[in-house]
């Protein structure tokens, strides 16, 4: 984040303080605004804490930030508090460095903390649009959930408001830059609406994801009965007898994969596996050589939350993910197992 901002700051301040000073004034101002972010960010955490909801991080980036909270039952009343204790904070740090503009005589620093000022309130009105999934999205969403009891509901229609707020975002910026020549302005609030809108749709998705994964664990959705294939088989065999006319894309491997009872994961082998293998090796190389082992495998814990088992899965790229206590393997979770049951809920991705 200060990598990006200090040449812009720099660019802003080097035609009234000159070439170091420039750099001086850019360098603070990327650290007061960095921390104004961390802030506002601190903002949500702790009151997310106050009200007993774990905060398992929290993240920065060009555009802001993001507090990532456990998953929880949605509470519209808490919810709603989380989301606006942000902006609060925002605008309480523009009313400081107001005060500091004001009382500090010095034309340099005045200058400093009137854009600290100008910018902590541009942050806060921006989240305080009513798009989810910014803060005044979250807090439309509860205002909603509250009147309606209807959490999926108030998600969409939040998720929609954050599209349209998005692509008004997106024209304002064009038309700005077109009409006022101002583009470097005109270009961040076209940037700004861009993002908003891809973010809307994700941030739905995660909601309908988490709303249809709480309460529920790998062991409630996972496939207890597959097919496994033995380390020894050859891979034109493999091709033969488990990938062609089949719509699985990996198999567990097993020493002894016609026994029923759970045995020792000795690792998976997959498609992507063979792609690394020309047609003519096939022969003359066996599964246990070209599979993925154990240790270099993502796996999952039959106890682990579902919705934390959907982004590990989508993470690491694969179709499917073994499910194993200790080193036994006890299941396999697919992504279309997961499709699957969030569209038995009833509840749509888009």
Same mark, same amino acid.
């Given at each position: 984040?200060? @990598?990006?901002?200090?040449?812009?700051?720099?660019?802003?301040?080097? #035609?009234?303080?000159?070439?170091?000073?420039?750099?001086?004034?850019?360098g @603070?101002?990327?650290?007061l605004?960095?921390?104004?972010?961390?802030?506002?960010?601190?903002?949500?955490?702790?009151v997310?804490?106050?009200?007993?909801?774990?905060?398992?991080g929290?993240?920065?980036?060009? +555009?802001?930030?993001? $507090?990532?909270? %456990?998953?929880?039952? #949605?509470?519209?009343?808490?919810?709603f508090?989380?989301?606006?204790?942000?902006?609060?904070?925002?605008?309480?740090?523009?009313?400081?460095?107001?005060?500091?503009?004001?009382?500090?005589?010095l034309?340099?620093?005045?200058?400093?903390f009137?854009?600290?000022? +100008? %910018?902590?309130?541009?942050?806060?009105?921006f989240?305080?649009? #009513?798009?989810?999934?910014?803060?005044?999205?979250?807090?439309?969403?509860?205002?909603?959930?509250?009147?309606?009891?209807?959490?999926?509901?108030?998600?969409? =229609?939040?998720?929609?408001?954050?599209? =349209?707020?998005?692509?008004?975002?997106?024209?304002?910026?064009?038309?700005? %830059?077109?009409?006022?020549?101002?583009?470097?302005?005109?270009? &961040?609030i076209?940037?700004?609406?861009?993002? +908003?809108?891809? !973010?809307?749709?994700?941030?739905?998705?995660?909601?309908?994801?988490?709303?249809?994964?709480?309460?529920v664990?790998?062991?409630?959705?996972?496939?207890?009965?597959?097919? @496994?294939?033995?380390?020894?088989?050859?891979?034109?065999?493999?091709? &033969?007898?488990?990938?062609?006319? !089949?719509?699985?894309q990996?198999?567990?491997?097993?020493? @002894?994969?016609?026994?029923e009872?759970?045995?020792?994961?000795?690792?998976?082998? $997959?498609?992507?596996?063979?792609? !690394?293998?020309q047609?003519?090796?096939?022969?003359?190389?066996?599964?246990?050589?070209?599979?993925?082992?154990?240790?270099?495998?993502p %796996?999952? +814990?039959?106890?682990?939350?579902?919705?934390?088992?959907?982004?590990?899965?989508?993470?690491?790229?694969?179709?499917?993910?073994?499910?194993?206590?200790?080193?036994?393997?006890l299941?396999?979770?697919?992504?279309?197992?997961?499709?699957?049951?969030?569209?038995r !809920? &009833?509840?749509?991705?888009?």
């Amino acid at each position: 984040m200060l @990598a990006l901002l200090m040449p812009l700051l720099y660019w802003l301040y080097q #035609p009234q303080a000159g070439v170091v000073g420039g750099w001086v004034l850019a360098g @603070a101002a990327a650290l007061l605004l960095s921390v104004s972010v961390v802030l506002h960010e601190l903002g949500h955490a702790l009151v997310a804490r106050r009200y007993g909801q774990a905060v398992s991080g929290m993240t920065l980036f060009a +555009l802001g930030g993001a $507090t990532e909270l %456990t998953d929880a039952p #949605p509470l519209p009343v808490r919810d709603f508090l989380v989301a606006m204790a942000g902006p609060l904070v925002s605008v309480v740090l523009a009313v400081l460095f107001v005060l500091a503009w004001w009382l500090l005589p010095l034309p340099m620093l005045a200058m400093l903390f009137l854009h600290l000022a +100008l %910018t902590n309130g541009v942050m806060a009105l921006f989240n305080l649009l #009513p798009g989810y999934p910014l803060d005044g999205g979250r807090m439309l969403w509860a205002v909603l959930c509250f009147l309606t009891d209807d959490a999926l509901g108030a998600a969409r =229609i939040a998720a929609l408001a954050g599209r =349209i707020c998005g692509w008004l975002l997106l024209l304002a910026g064009m038309l700005y %830059t077109f009409s006022v020549g101002d583009a470097l302005n005109g270009v &961040g609030i076209t940037l700004l609406g861009y993002f +908003l809108t891809r !973010q809307a749709t994700m941030a739905y998705r995660r909601f309908v994801v988490q709303h249809a994964f709480y309460n529920v664990q790998v062991h409630d959705v996972m496939q207890r009965v597959f097919r @496994a294939v033995a380390p020894e088989l050859p891979l034109d065999q493999f091709v &033969g007898r488990y990938v062609l006319g !089949q719509t699985d894309q990996g198999f567990p491997v097993l020493l @002894a994969p016609e026994e029923e009872a759970p045995q020792p994961l000795l690792g998976m082998m $997959t498609v992507r596996n063979l792609r !690394q293998f020309q047609f003519n090796e096939w022969a003359r190389t066996q599964v246990g050589e070209a599979m993925t082992p154990l240790h270099r495998l993502p %796996t999952l +814990l039959p106890e682990m939350p579902a919705g934390e088992a959907f982004r590990t899965l989508l993470e690491s790229g694969e179709e499917q993910l073994p499910v194993i206590k200790g080193a036994v393997l006890l299941g396999v979770l697919r992504r279309r197992d997961l499709f699957g049951y969030i569209e038995r !809920q &009833g509840q749509p991705l888009r």
